[in-house]
Nanobody, 123 residues
Framework: QVQLVESGGGLVQAGGSLRLSCAAS????????MGWFRQAPGKEREFLAA????????YYADSVKGRFTISRDNAKNLAYLQMNSLKPEDTAVYYC????????????????WGQGTQVTVSS
């Protein structure tokens, strides 16, 4: 199995930036595509970004394209989500996820999930 732990969330003013990190352990990190999702209270989990095993392919939701950047460092077993120009509507719990080999953009296709980190953007 793969264990994932998110960190880097917090309170930020609108227009500010945060970088989320996802630390992976348990199996070979480079065998897994990674994704970031978020879920606001009472709402469905939303896809944000995904990256392939060796960073050759990335996908972004239209809502964050141009503001958020996904990256990974396989030597450190870390995935990142750099978030710029944050808006109050970005407030949510942010989750990282791992899927074996194949990069995908749907919640149901990911094998492993972290427990989430809260991001709150004040207006």
């Amino acid at each position: 199995q793969v264990q994932l732990v998110e960190s880097g969330g917090g309170l930020v003013q609108a227009g500010g930036s945060l970088r989320l990190s996802c630390a992976a352990s348990g199996r070979t990190f480079s065998n897994y595509a990674m994704g970031w999702f978020r879920q606001a209270p009472g709402k469905e989990r939303e896809f944000l970004a995904a990256i392939s095993r060796n960073s050759g392919t990335t996908y972004y939701a239209d809502s964050v394209k141009g503001r958020f950047t996904i990256s990974r460092d396989n030597a450190k077993n870390l995935a990142y989500l750099q978030m710029n120009s944050l808006k109050p509507e970005d407030t949510a719990v942010y989750y990282c996820a791992a899927n074996f080999l194949v990069v995908v953009t749907t919640t149901r296709d990911y094998d492993y999930w972290g427990q989430g980190t809260q991001v709150t953007v004040s207006s």
